[in-house]
């Protein structure tokens, strides 16, 4: 199996830019993340979560928007790209356990997820970042806010991670 995403990505060596589809990524290991969020935990507690999960949110809007205009992609397309993208480029496995856009529910399942991974054992999930991304990803196919939860996650000892995203009235 090929990775379409890294045969993709463009060095812009004069700016030093990593480009997929003319939009800037970069490069940083999970524990350089999680390191932030437990000093960010420190401080704030549970609501530490939400600063990584509104960086992630804002991720996920942005990228679905591009992608979708770039490639044409329907709402299921959407959400497929984004789980192979995030496989890709190493946040875990993902795959879409269930999508019903009529019901506005999203439910994405990730194995090895890295954040999880590099957090170690925890209370609650700790893969804001993930979390964000499929509810930004959600909130533009449901036209509505949403509610996300990880159901599961490595770091609390289960299998793997599992994310359920739902639009609100």
Known sequence: MG???LADLKFDEARGALLYNDVRYLLIRPETLIAFQ????EKLGAGADELLYAGGFTGGVLSSKRYREVFGLNDAQSIEFMAKMGTEIGWGK???AAFDAAKRELSLVVESS????AYGKGERGACHLIRGVFAGLASGIFARD???HEEECLAMGHAHCRFVIHGVL
Do not use: H, L, R
């Open 146 to 148: 949403v509610q996300s």
């Open 94 to 96: 993902m795959q879409i």
């Open 114 to 117: 890295p954040f999880a991974a």
């Open 3 to 5: 990775n379409d995403i």
């Open 38 to 41: 437990k000093a960010a935990e």
